[in-house]
């Protein structure tokens, strides 16, 4: 994980067909990640997002 995604926790993230994911964005607050979603909602409504905090680590890695 780089420096800057460390900085940038909270993740937008696009959802596809088949399992597949986009990561569309990345910010430091949850309150500007939601903002942002409100915006890509209206511009595109049938598109389905998530919001998720990446901590960076695998759970392997926590043990």
């Given at each position: 994980?780089?420096y800057h995604q460390r900085l940038?926790?909270?993740?937008?993230?696009?959802?596809?067909?088949?399992?597949?994911?986009?990561?569309?964005?990345?910010?430091?607050?949850?309150?500007?990640?939601?903002?942002?979603?409100?915006?890509?909602?209206?511009?595109?409504?049938?598109?389905?997002?998530?919001?998720?905090?990446?901590?960076?680590?695998?759970?392997?890695e926590e043990l």
């Amino acid at each position: 994980m780089t420096y800057h995604q460390r900085l940038h926790p909270w993740v937008i993230i696009r959802l596809l067909s088949k399992m597949q994911r986009v990561v569309v964005a990345r910010f430091r607050k949850r309150s500007d990640a939601e903002g942002h979603l409100k915006a890509l909602k209206r511009l595109m409504p049938d598109a389905e997002f998530i919001i998720i905090f990446d901590h960076g680590q695998p759970i392997e890695e926590e043990l």
